[in-house]
C-alpha cells in the first residue's frame, strides 16, 4: 500500500524556522519527483516546489513565493523528503501536502498534509 | 507571475453533465491536469495529460484540450462528486507549476 506521511508541522513564531519531513513508503522513492503544494484555511492549493529524481539530476524549483527562503531536499536511502522553511511569514500558515509522482504523472500521491501555523 | 483562469463554481443536477474549463496562455504547449478534492482530504488526481485517466478513476470523468482551454468533464453527475476542482499545469518554460484558483462543483 503506498503512503505518503507528513511531520513536523505545528505552530512557529514569524521569522523562525521549522522542517517537515515526508516519508514514503509502497512505491520506488527514488524514481519518484517529490513536490510540496499547500493550501491556506479556505484557500485554494498553492505549488510549493519540487525535486526532481536522481535520474534527472535531483533539481529543485519553486515558486517565487518562497524562493530563498524554503529549501526542499531528498534522502532516497530512507525514502523521505524534506522541506526547510526560514524566515517564515504569517502568510505560510497553511496545510502542507508533499506529493510523488511519476513522469507524466500516471502514478501520483499525496500525503494528508500537516499543519503550519505561523503567529506570535 | 503565470496563471490558470477557472470558474469560481458550477452547478448541475444529478445525472446532468458538468463541464469545468481551465484558460492559461501556456496550456497548448504543456500538459494540464486535473485534482478532486473533498473537504478535510487531501486532492485526487483524476485526469493527466489532458486527458488520460488514472487507473481507479470512474469513467464518467473526462479531459480535452483546446487552444489556451482546458476542460473537465463529468457525464453523468452523481452526488459523490460534489467537490473542488483544480486544474495544475506549467508554465512555457515547463519549470514553474501552478494551480488554477479552483471551481466549487455542486450537484443540485
Known amino acids: 500500500e503506498v503512503q505518503l506521511v507528513e511531520s513536523g508541522g505545528g505552530l512557529v513564531q514569524p521569522g523562525r524556522s521549522l522542517r517537515l519531513s515526508c516519508t514514503a513508503s509502497?512505491?520506488?522513492?527514488?524514481?519518484?519527483?517529490m513536490s510540496w503544494v499547500r493550501q491556506a484555511p479556505g484557500k485554494g492549493l498553492e505549488w510549493v516546489g519540487f525535486?526532481?529524481?536522481?535520474?534527472?539530476?535531483?533539481?529543485?524549483e519553486y515558486a517565487a513565493s518562497v524562493k530563498g527562503r524554503f529549501t526542499i531536499s531528498r534522502d532516497d536511502s530512507k525514502s523521505i523528503a524534506y522541506l526547510q522553511m526560514n524566515s517564515l511569514k504569517t502568510e505560510d500558515t497553511a496545510v502542507y501536502y508533499c506529493s510523488g509522482y511519476d513522469t507524466g504523472k500516471s502514478a501520483d500521491y499525496w500525503g494528508q498534509g500537516t499543519l503550519v501555523t505561523v503567529s506570535s | 507571475s503565470y496563471e490558470l483562469t477557472q470558474p469560481p463554481s458550477v452547478s448541475v443536477s444529478p445525472g446532468q453533465t458538468a463541464r469545468i474549463t481551465c484558460s492559461g496562455d501556456?496550456?497548448?504547449?504543456?500538459?494540464a491536469y486535473w485534482y478532486q478534492q473533498k473537504p478535510g482530504q487531501a486532492p485526487v488526481l483524476v485526469i493527466y495529460k489532458d486527458s488520460e485517466r488514472p487507473s481507479g478513476i470512474p469513467e464518467r470523468f473526462s479531459g480535452s484540450s483546446s487552444g489556451t482551454t482546458v476542460t473537465l468533464t463529468i457525464s453523468g453527475v452523481q452526488a459523490e462528486d460534489e467537490a473542488d476542482y483544480y486544474c495544475q499545469s506549467a508554465d512555457s518554460s515547463g519549470t514553474y507549476e501552478v494551480f488554477g484558483g479552483g471551481t466549487k462543483l455542486t450537484v443540485l
Open positions: 501556456a496550456l497548448p504547449k504543456q500538459y
Open positions: 525535486i526532481r529524481s536522481k535520474a534527472y539530476g535531483g533539481t529543485t
Open positions: 509502497g512505491f520506488t522513492f527514488g524514481d519518484y519527483a
